[in-house]
């Protein structure tokens, strides 16, 4: 078995799951390459994964502080020298760690690979530092031993950069199974989704950070096109915080039916997706959606557009459920994929719920990630 190290932005929540699974059947240790996090590590995470946290302020060369850059390459460099390690694993190609570890490869011997993050080549860069950057990334992807792609879509991606078939494997996203976690809510969460106007028959949610890239004005206005009598039968809730939170709060005391939340606890989601009927993930551009897999992990149906990066891996290929794919920035197509959804039966919604929750299973499980770690590791 191959000793291993795995390189990681910072804590993210999403990914415990994920870790503490390889830890029980892998040598492997994860290294948070930055203070930047996304929840709180749970007391099983830190007990039974091998982990260690670096302080620096980011994880991209932008990011960086002057003064952490050879730092940082220091670390990286002592970690490797002292470790030993058979494979290193860079989560993603883009952080500079990333750049790091592909020139330390011929010194230390190991096998390399990237966990892709196709959707970062989807729009153009502004700067020529950006496209450089970019460059540089993908020319790393290139020398890496494995690329481990989230799903459909991004393997097709690097495999039209002329990524070898051979070299590329499924590293899906791994998101929790919130079907498995207990329903609990506070009182003030209870009282956000059951006191609602009368009328309502149908509550729909976007779960995330409240900026333009992630699509909330296009799903406000979506929401906003709609004919009077589907608006009354809507609640649309928004989860999160961001820079158009306070535009959302102000629609929202236009209108009753629409909520603004903050940010939930992971604790408390199961029971936020358990009140809806289905899910929307407006997004301009999305690597795979943790929350569409959230989402799908508690059978329900989705509205993503065609930039969410795990649409073909939830939705499926066959066309079944296209007139829930819809363009990006496009405000009417998506009013038209609500209203569709909202005269949806429920049991045809239910259905259609209960497929995509298999897709997750499916194609988005940890069992993906144990199935390739044991074709790169053993």
Request: charged share 20%; glycine share 4%.
């Amino acid at each position: 078995m191959k000793k291993i190290l795995y390189l990681s932005p910072g804590f993210f929540h999403a990914r415990e799951a994920l870790f503490i699974a390889l830890s029980e059947q892998f040598d492997i240790k994860i290294i948070e390459a930055s203070s930047r996090i996304n929840g709180i590590a749970t007391e099983e995470y830190l007990s039974k994964v091998k982990t260690e946290t670096w302080k620096y302020s980011h994880f991209r060369l932008s990011g960086l502080k002057l003064k952490e850059i050879p730092q940082l390459i220091h670390s990286v460099y002592k970690e490797l020298k002292n470790g030993h390690y058979d494979l290193v694993i860079s989560s993603t190609q883009h952080p500079f760690y990333a750049k790091v570890v592909s020139f330390f490869k011929p010194f230390f011997k190991y096998e390399l690979a990237y966990v892709n993050e196709a959707w970062s080549y989807s729009h153009k860069k502004q700067t020529l530092f950006s496209r450089l950057y970019d460059k540089m990334s993908m020319n790393a992807v290139k020398k890496a031993d494995y690329v481990l792609n989230e799903g459909i879509a991004s393997t097709q991606f690097m495999i039209s950069q002329g990524i070898s078939p051979a070299k590329c494997h499924l590293w899906p996203m791994a998101s929790v199974d919130l079907s498995t976690k207990a329903i609990v809510a506070s009182e003030e969460l209870r009282k956000c989704f059951e006191d609602v106007p009368s009328g309502v028959e149908v509550k729909y949610a976007y779960i995330g950070r409240q900026t333009e890239p992630k699509g909330v004005l296009t799903l406000l206005e979506a929401f906003e096109n709609l004919d009077q009598d589907h608006q009354k039968k809507s609640m649309l809730y928004f989860v999160g915080r961001g820079p158009l939170s306070e535009i959302l709060i102000q629609k929202s005391k236009e209108n009753q039916n629409i909520r603004v939340l903050n940010w939930v606890d992971s604790k408390n989601l199961p029971y936020v997706y358990s009140q809806l009927d289905f899910f929307i993930n407006p997004s301009h551009f999305d690597g795979f959606s943790t929350v569409a897999c959230e989402a799908a992990s508690m059978s329900l149906p989705l509205i993503l557009t065609d930039k969410v990066g795990g649409v073909p891996d939830i939705m499926g290929t066959d066309g079944v459920y296209n007139d829930f794919i819809v363009p990006t920035k496009d405000s009417q197509s998506l009013s038209r994929a609500i209203t569709l959804m909202i005269d949806t039966p429920h049991s045809k919604r239910k259905e259609m719920g209960n497929i995509l929750r298999h897709n997750f299973i499916k194609n988005t499980g940890i069992d993906v990630n144990i199935h390739t770690m044991k074709q790169i590791a053993l």
